[in-house]
């Protein structure tokens, strides 16, 4: 397994659920996601347990060389008795609203990749 090094540059994003909201952290080692938070704001007890597991279970993925594809695949789409609607948008569980953060996380990155390639053509 790869070791946690003292500090690590993150991102936290903000996502609502049927539960209150879900803040989602994401550490970055080495320009790639290393670690995750997932901590429910103001609802404690088992849902912020449970948030914190899922957290903590997609960090160990991804220090032993999980894929941030395999984890969304794997939570995306877990549904529960509480969904929220946004917009047009659904948001089905608190695996699914993490789900949606990493989506998010994962096509903001390839989208500035992209720009920094298309940069460096021009040079």
Do not use: H
Not at 61 to 71: K, P, S, T
Not at 85 to 106: T, W
């Amino acid at each position: 397994m790869e070791e946690r090094p003292e500090s690590l540059m993150a991102e936290t994003t903000k996502i609502k659920t049927g539960y209150g909201n879900l803040y989602v952290i994401i550490a970055e080692k080495d320009k790639r996601p290393f670690e995750i938070f997932a901590i429910m704001g103001k609802s404690g007890g088992s849902l912020t347990a449970k948030a914190e597991a899922i957290g903590r279970l997609c960090s160990l993925a991804l220090r032993n060389g999980i894929v941030l594809d395999e984890i969304i695949s794997q939570l995306e789409d877990i549904a529960d008795d509480k969904p929220l609607f946004i917009g047009k948008k659904i948001v089905k569980s608190i695996p699914d609203a993490l789900a949606i953060v990493l989506k998010n996380y994962k096509e903001k990155k390839e989208k500035e990749n992209d720009s920094k390639e298309k940069g460096n053509k021009k040079g």
